[in-house]
Antibody, heavy 117, light 112 residues
């Protein structure tokens, strides 16, 4: 089970840090992603961290503003979001990629982020 | 990178088959056999139906199947059931300009 936290309402230009805890399984075996969904809109991939945290990749829209990281000793992945904009608003899902590439098998319930003045 | 292109909506009657297309480019769908499909019901998190173009995770009904030709991937649902009414999203890997994943805009399936 993946449990996200840290969402909230924040002003444009400010920062927010999301967390995703994953108790109960061998966290370090899996790549972990953040995927977001604006209200009433489609899915939007945000970032991925590799199993050991040495590789990370980002969507063009967040590159240079967001940073994904993980602490395998605490079974937690983070998303540091800086210089937030209105179009960053949405429900942020933590997603576990299992086995094959692109098999986004386990999703959390999401944590909402609203960027508004 | 632009999102993959899906029809906004499709519909079908119970028992029928429908196909949802997902059109990409030479740098994503066409280049990689890394297309997956997700089903999302209202208020719920997405659920994977297909990965690597045509592979089904355990527990997913064999009524769902995937395929690809050139830059277009397809999801076929056979024997439509009322419970299949949901939003469906395709996703593909791309390495341009950097490794990332692209989603389609989503398709609303209505079971008549």
């Amino acid at each position: 089970q993946l449990v996200e936290s840290g969402g909230g309402v924040v002003q444009p230009g400010r920062s927010l840090r999301l967390s995703c805890a994953a108790p109960g399984f061998t966290f370090s075996l899996y790549s972990l992603h953040w995927v977001r969904q604006a209200p009433g809109k489609g899915l939007d991939w945000v970032a991925v961290t590799s199993k050991d945290g040495t590789l990370e990749f980002y969507a063009d829209s967040v590159k240079g503003r967001f940073t994904i990281s993980r602490d395998n000793s605490k079974n937690t992945v983070f998303l540091q979001m800086n210089r937030l904009r209105g179009d960053d608003s949405g429900l942020y899902y933590c997603v576990q990629e299992v086995g094959a590439y692109g098999n986004f098998e386990y999703w959390g319930q999401g944590t909402p982020v609203t960027v508004s003045s | 990178q632009s999102a993959l292109t899906q029809p906004a909506s499709v519909s079908g009657s119970p028992g029928q088959s429908i196909t949802i297309s997902c059109t990409g480019t030479s740098t994503d769908v066409e280049s990689y056999n890394l297309v997956s499909w997700y089903q999302q019901s209202p208020g719920k998190a997405p659920k994977v139906l297909i990965y690597e173009v045509s592979q089904r995770p355990s527990g997913v009904s064999n009524r769902f199947s995937g395929s690809k030709s050139g830059n277009t991937a397809s999801l076929t649902i056979s024997g439509l059931q009322a419970e299949d009414e949901a939003d469906y999203y395709c996703m593909s890997h791309t390495s341009k300009p950097t490794p990332q994943w692209l989603f389609g805009g989503g398709t609303k399936l209505t079971v008549l």
